[in-house]
């Protein structure tokens, strides 16, 4: 791939810094303490990610709408509703996912230094305004963005949108992620490149087939370093 300077644009949560797998873990504390009487935890978490399937299109994302499906996820499995003592340990597993320091992917700072030397970068990610926000000011890497910008979805128009407010040209415009839902896909259906970076503990809702991108416009990479090697 060419120097040519470009327009790179990068996704947050589990791209930048660690984000889902702390929701993982307070999956893991809730389905231990509902402690189901005839219910494995296998399917104890398929409720719940259907109910947060459902949540996140009438809802959108976030620690107050995981809280929402915890407490529909209760109800429906204990066939009642919660009651004090019930909603307080609910909330208390809601409660750690608000607080506390960010935990950087290893050598995103280093990397984001370097590439913004050459090309243009922004930030685009998606959730509740505030708790993005906060976790983007936490981070300390907002300086080496241009722009960032966080939207309630990121489908087809909101790249679309972006490339339009931004003046970017898409043929030298890259989106770099870990859903194949929410980061590529949509940006190659836009007409941008795209930059897979799995990350072993995506959200089960992020997961989704990778459509056919157009020859020399995707990338698979292991490593957020390996961006250096492309750009």
């Known amino acids: 791939m060419s120097a040519a300077r470009r327009h790179l644009v990068f996704d947050a949560d589990d791209t930048l810094w660690e984000n889902n797998v702390f929701f993982e873990r307070a999956i893991d504390d809730f ?8 219910l494995e935890p296998a399917a104890i ?7 947060e399937r459902a949540n996140s299109v009438a809802h959108g994302y976030g620690t107050l709408v995981f809280l929402r499906s915890l407490h529909e996820c209760f109800e429906r499995l204990a066939e009642r509703g919660a009651d004090d003592t019930d909603r307080a340990s609910i909330e208390a597993f809601a409660a750690r996912l608000r607080s506390g320091d960010v935990e950087l992917i290893p050598e995103v700072e280093h990397t984001l230094a370097a590439l913004g030397d050459r090309h243009d970068l922004l930030l685009l990610t998606k959730g509740a ?3 993005q926000q906060r976790k983007i000011d936490v981070s300390g ?9 966080i939207v309630p979805e990121k489908d087809v128009e ?3 949108k972006l490339v339009a407010d931004e003046g970017l040209d898409p043929a030298q415009t890259w989106m770099i992620g870990n859903s194949i839902k929410s980061d590529i896909n949509p940006a190659l259906a836009a007409g941008l ?6 990350n072993d503990n995506t959200w089960a809702l992020e997961h989704a087939e990778l459509d056919a991108p157009t020859e020399g416009r995707f990338l698979q990479l ?7 090697l492309h750009f």
């Open 31 to 38: 389905v231990a303490w509902m402690n189901h009487p005839t």
């Open 193 to 198: 490149g795209a930059v897979f970076l799995p």
């Open 141 to 149: 890497l907002a300086g080496y963005f241009r722009r960032t910008v």
């Open 129 to 131: 305004p505030e708790e």
């Open 222 to 228: 292991q490593r957020f370093p390996e961006l250096l």
């Open 45 to 51: 978490r398929q409720t719940l990610h259907d109910i």
């Open 158 to 160: 909101a790249y679309r």
